[in-house]
């Protein structure tokens, strides 16, 4: 009895000490606090977010959880890539409106946001899609869509069955997906996971932590997600000198970067079908279709059209006109600067256009 005691009193300072750090430290959301927790405060009490770009957190997932939350389908949708992510609902005068805009977004987390919605029954009125030149380049897609994977395949099941039987292999596609969604709430085999503890373990001797704090302000010192899905940017990037965004911009030119368009040489066929057959079935679902093209700054949209290996932008462009065209789908917006007057000055950075800026580049044209 004796030795077990021993071991006893030698083990558990150390299963105390891998709880502790996992909790405090917490950087996944699965114990302190968890994306459902942070999408109750959003949606249910109408709260901001403040600290979650500072403890790196997976906004898929905190999509996910936000997209749960709701109760009835929203009138509008915003779905894109990090260029739409400060339309908020101010914008649209509607509080029935939710931003889905994601990081990095490719065609999958497309579809994923909408499988989201049509297996919760909650296809919104209008649904407002962003649509980058880089969309269609699968040279440069990443796989941080797959934490939302179970609902692509849902929404790639969805799109295959709807003009042979819409409903024949629903139940299918549904349990499927309900079978392996997502957790976004507290993970309580985390307390002494091993492997947790590890990477907890340089998150805190870099002093990071995921921490969050929740406010009714618009726009703070920090980066901020708002309850309605869009973002506002830090203060710095807010009052920015426009000579720090033109030599941001020149050292990309500098450097042959346009993001997301390097090894771009022909659109996608893959990605293009996909992303067709998403809108012919929303559009079967009776959601009104909006596509947007967000615009380059004019400097770099400039050396888009000067350049051979980057003109593939404006070919996107000129396919994306052509389908509206042949859908009936509203077209707004264009990569073209000229149309909405941008100019550098109305940027944060390289490619994102200030929100006081963006109800201008949201124009009809055709």
């Not at 968890?34 to 949606?43: F, L, N, V």
């Not at 929303?282 to 400097?299: A, D, F, K």
């Not at 593939?312 to 389908?323: P, Y």
Request: charged share 30%; proline share 2%; net charge negative.
């Amino acid at each position: 009895m004796k030795k077990w005691g021993k071991a006893v009193l030698f083990i558990l300072p150390l299963v105390c000490m891998v709880a502790a750090v996992n909790w405090y430290v917490d950087s996944y959301a699965y114990l302190r606090v968890t994306y459902d927790r942070i999408s109750e405060e959003m949606a249910e009490r109408g709260m901001n977010v403040e600290g979650l770009q500072e403890s790196d957190f997976n906004d898929r997932k905190l999509l996910l959880a936000c997209l749960n939350r709701q109760t009835a389908p929203k009138e509008i949708i915003v779905a894109g890539s990090s260029r739409v992510m400060n339309f908020d609902h101010t914008m649209f005068g509607t509080d029935s409106f939710y931003n889905t805009g994601l990081s990095e977004s490719t065609v999958y987390d497309l579809l994923a946001v909408a499988g989201i919605l049509d297996r919760k029954g909650q296809l919104p009125e209008k649904m407002i899609i962003g649509v980058d030149a880089f969309l269609f380049n699968a040279s440069h897609d990443n796989d941080r869509w797959k934490d939302l994977e179970d609902y692509e395949i849902y929404m790639e099941e969805k799109i295959a069955n709807r003009q042979e039987d819409a409903s024949r292999n629903a139940e299918t596609a549904g349990g499927r997906a309900a079978e392996l969604q997502v957790d976004t709430g507290r993970d309580n085999a985390k307390w002494l996971s091993l492997d947790y503890f590890r990477y907890n373990i340089t998150r805190l001797w870099g002093r990071r932590r995921f921490e969050v704090d929740y406010t009714t302000d618009w726009e703070t010192e920090c980066y901020l997600k708002h309850y309605d899905g869009s973002i506002a940017y830090e203060r710095s990037l807010r009052e920015v000198d426009v000579s720090e965004v033109e030599a941001l911009t020149g050292q990309s030119i500098g450097e042959h970067v346009v993001y997301r368009l390097t090894d771009y040489q022909e659109i996608d066929a893959e990605s293009m079908a996909l992303f067709s057959g998403l809108t012919d079935y929303l559009q079967s679902r009776g959601v009104e279709v909006i596509w947007y093209l967000p615009p380059y700054s004019p400097m770099m949209y400039n050396y888009i059209e000067s350049e051979e290996q980057f003109r593939i932008a404006l070919q996107v462009e000129d396919s994306i006109r052509k389908k509206a065209s042949e859908r009936g789908i509203a077209l707004y917006g264009s990569y073209d600067p000229a149309g909405c007057g941008l100019e550098m000055g109305d940027l944060y950075d390289v490619y994102h256009v200030k929100t006081e800026k963006m109800p201008d580049t949201f124009y009809r044209v055709q």
